[in-house]
């Protein structure tokens, strides 16, 4: 059911859903694993689908405040009846600021990304960064994952000179070869608007 949700989803828009196929459990462990998520921290999950990212931070970071974000109605949907007790915004990371005051907290320690970036602009890339950097603490990590396939292409290279941009180290993980497609993270730390 939630397969063929996210399919629907990339078929009305794949643009704004940019994968046939939700991430799998590897791709989900390794992104989560990678996001260094301590006691006490904020985690906000931004495009969370039909929930694998969701479903890992909950299992291993249930005690952690979760902002989750899916703007997409009929995933948000999904993801509130998979998950009974969550809380999804339907809105999007330039609402972050908006969100956070709503919620009563101050700053964001670690971004869960799940975004289709290397589909949108760079205006759009822009705007998506400043919601983030508004409310990611100076010491905050945001991670986000790209196909191995696509890493090449130009849209996935312009891409990950704008992390550089925002961020003042980027690197990246081991290759979730169990995922289809395979996939890496892109693990991002110290954002530099907040310095």
Known sequence: ????????????DPAKVGALAPSGRALAELEVGAAGIEPGH????????TGPMTAALLEHHSDNLLICLEP????AECLEQRFPGLKVHRRFAQDLPEILAEVGATKVDRVVSSLPWAAWSSTLQDAVFEGIESVL?????????????????????????KLHEHFDSVHTTRIAWANIPPAFVYVCDTPRARH
């Open 137 to 161: 603490a100076p010491d905050g990590r945001m991670v986000t994952f790209t196909y191995a396939h696509t890493a090449v292409l130009p849209n996935a290279r312009r891409f990950r000179s």
């Open 72 to 75: 997409a109605d009929e995933l």
């Open 1 to 12: 059911m939630s397969a063929w949700t996210f399919l629907r989803e990339f078929l009305r």
């Open 42 to 49: 904020v985690v906000v999950e931004l495009g969370a689908g």
